[in-house]
């Protein structure tokens, strides 16, 4: 009997490889015309239905005639292409990183004719208004303000779990500004993809997906809210924070003092195992579904997926004063610890440090306290701007004090919906203006994994000073402006809409900004409550 088991399992195996390749190339043409056929893209034809009709109809299609057959009789139902006067073939290969319409061309999937009916349509694509994409007026990313919700599909049926994935793999295909660098083959994601959404078999298992899904953009802005699924992490909580070091896991604060006293958890005690696990083998076992541009900011991101769990208590392995030891910690409802994030009311915003040094935190700092403050500070030979943490555009106003002159600190790329898959550069952007007496004093730019997006963003402006040095370690890597994404089940997400670089072509994206001095936490300074990237900050002024 087990060569027929075998037999059998082959080519059920066989079956399953070939349906998901023919729904793969479904969702790529069905994107394709979305995008770009004139008669799609006005929004009269419910694209959505047209999906989740004809993909029911793919295991029909059983050799490349029949295939090309179907997506051409399909085309032609949709009404007449016309040519158009204009060719636009002459763009260079600098704005077309992300367009991949090789597939159009390919014989071994469509006959000649169908590939030159899809090349026609791409060269007389739908120019102008496209129903299904808009670009925001003042910012200049894209908005996908008319696509359906379907909000009362918590957990959709298989054909709207498809069209999730077929969704959102065409807007990055076509409009996220970074897909050529997420560090995988977009092509392959959609394969891959497919049997987890197929096969989901509850609410949780879709959201799983979902979460899988936007973490191959490796985007630190990629989110969504999820509840079922983050509540198989559990909705338990060990009593403190916690930062990663080495692939162990330090506490780094309490959001309970008198829950961390009661279990004995000490400010830089070195967790080494949870419930039997090694930190290393959790990061490696939920890295999927944690979305982030780079390794620091994902690091950033477990911080419910680590000790989180479903139990009163977890078991943990530690290491304190040389000595390794093993507890058992209560884990709480959060809303148990009566936790108070800190505000504006406990926290600095600017003062001065000895030696004659300013300091100012760029989270708390607003706008309309600028001018008073660089007053205050204006006669300090040296001022520190922390950056770990996120600014209320402030940057280019402090700009307009430190430098003589405007500078050039930023370019953007912008996606193009007349040829989607292509994006356009700008002039570069300008940070400070013509100033005769700009600040006379050094100037120093604290940052790490937190300083994300508009802080990132600032850092490029403010360091065009004359005089300045970077202390910290990689940011996140996730700059520009973020675009909104809406799922089925009216799941939302987001992802940077639009490239920023250095103005002579530096990239941000993924590798973030690099500090002149590499500093990080460390055990020791943990424990002993130090702020390391301060400290260094103050000893390079001192000496």
Known sequence: MLFPLLFSFSVLAGSTTEETSKTALFCKVWGFLKYYHPEVATGKIDWDREFTTRVKTLPHLTSKQETSRYYAAWINSLGEVRRCKTSTRNIPDSLKLNLDLAWLSDTSLFTKDLTAQLNFIRENRNRGKNFYVQVNRHLRNTVYENEKPYADSVFPSEPLRLLTLARYWNIINYFYPYKYS??????????????AFRHAADTASYQFAILEMIAKINDSHAFVVAKYAVSRFGLKWAPFTFGIIDQKAVVTGFYNDSLCRKNDIRRGDVILTVDGKTIGDIIRERSKYIAASN?????????????NGHTDTVTVTYERNGIISKKTVKRYLFKEFHYTWPSSNTMETSGLREHNIGYVNLGLLEPRQVACVMKKLWHTRAIIFDLRNYP???????????????????????PDINYPGVFRYTKPCLC???NRMPYAGRVILLFDERTQSQAEY???ALKTAPVVSTIGSQTAGADGDVSFITLPGNYKTLMTGRGVFFPYGGITQRVGIRPDWIVMPSVNGIQEGRDEVMDKALELLNN
């Not at 997420?182 to 049997?195: A, K, Q, R, S, T």
């Not at 390794?295 to 000790?307: H, I, K, S, T």
């Not at 209320?392 to 912008?414: D, H, M």
């Open 182 to 195: 997420i560090g995988m083959n977009w092509g392959n994601v959609l394969e891959e993809m497919i049997p």
């Open 295 to 307: 390794e620091p900011g994902r690091l950033r991101n477990f911080y419910f997926a680590v000790f």
């Open 392 to 414: 209320n555009e402030t940057g280019l106003l402090i700009s307009k004090y430190l430098n003589p002159a405007p500078r050039p600190f930023a370019v953007f790329s912008e």
């Open 432 to 434: 400070g203006k013509r």
């Open 458 to 460: 600032t850092v490029m």
